[in-house]
């Protein structure tokens, strides 16, 4: 059974920092690639971050340049999403998912509206930024 979990969100005031966690089991981790999406209130589902698990390769939307990072632990078949100088506008519901289509996950899905089209989605971990 394909799982990932999310975790790590919480409330934070405007300038701090959250570490995301997407833990995955039930499928070849070093295949897919896996992506951190959002979704704000009455917003649509944006891509914010992904990252090959075969290559390095990444996406960064470009809200998030120079603020947010990803990194893949293959030991742990674990994503992580560092997110530093947080806003109040990155307050939304994240969710991580992962594909196989490796580089065209990177750079069409991933950009993509909504990220529709990847393989598994988890079940998401929210972020609230307060000002």
């Known amino acids: ?3 990932l979990q999310a975790s790590g969100g919480g ?3 405007a300038g701090g920092s959250l ?3 997407c833990a995955a089991s039930g499928f070849t981790f070093d295949d897919y690639a896996i992506g951190w999406f959002r979704q704000a ?4 589902r944006e891509g914010v971050s992904c990252i090959s698990s075969s290559d390095g390769s990444t ?15 293959n030991a742990k078949n ?10 109040p506008e990155d307050t939304a519901v994240y969710y991580c998912a992962a594909d196989s289509r490796g580089l065209n996950t990177i750079v069409v ?3 993509g509206p909504g990220g529709y089209g990847m393989d598994y989605w988890g079940k998401g971990t929210l972020v609230t930024v307060s000002s």
């Open 41 to 44: 209130p009455g917003k649509e």
């Open 78 to 87: 674990t994503v992580y999403l560092q997110m530093n100088s947080l806003k």
């Open 59 to 73: 996406y960064y939307a470009d809200a998030v340049k120079g603020r947010f990072t990803i990194s893949s632990d």
């Open 11 to 13: 409330l934070v005031q």
């Open 19 to 21: 570490r995301l966690s």
């Open 109 to 111: 899905v991933c950009p």
């Open 1 to 3: 059974e394909v799982q």
